[in-house]
């Protein structure tokens, strides 16, 4: 079956760390970019962190220095390591993914279930 199922959400206390897992299932032919967004009550769905096929990262200014995006091509799995953390990164975290699935000659985009992540104050 095609899809994300996201892991590893829960809640912490500011300052504290939690790490998100994210692992794409199916006949994978090969996954592009992944990425991690997260989506407030009444904010809009925002990047936190994505990363290229190549390793090449990129994150929100908000959570530089606090969070670590990277990805096990081998397990077709992207993790976010989340430290430092503030009430303000209180959301529900959606994974993200470019994939091409065997029997397929495009990508396509899909997105995981949402975990939530509560940082308490």
């Known amino acids: 079956q095609e899809q994300l199922v996201e892991s590893g959400g829960g809640l912490v206390q500011a300052g504290g760390s939690l790490r998100l897992s994210c692992a794409a299932s199916?006949?994978?032919?090969?996954?592009?970019?992944m990425g991690w967004y997260r989506q407030a009550p009444g904010k809009q769905r925002e990047l936190v962190a994505a990363?290229?096929?190549?390793?090449?990262?990129n994150y929100a200014e908000s959570v530089k220095g606090r969070f670590t995006i990277s990805r096990d091509s081998a397990k077709n799995t992207v993790l976010l390591q989340m430290n430092s953390l503030k009430p303000e990164d209180t959301a529900v975290y959606y994974c993200?993914?470019?994939?091409?699935?065997?029997?397929?000659?495009?990508?396509?985009?899909?997105w995981g279930q949402g975990t939530q992540v509560t940082v308490s104050s």
């Open positions: 990363i290229t096929s190549g390793g090449r990262t």
């Open positions: 993200n993914a470019d994939i091409r699935y065997s029997g397929s000659y495009r990508f396509s985009n899909y």
């Open positions: 199916g006949s994978i032919f090969s996954i592009n970019a």
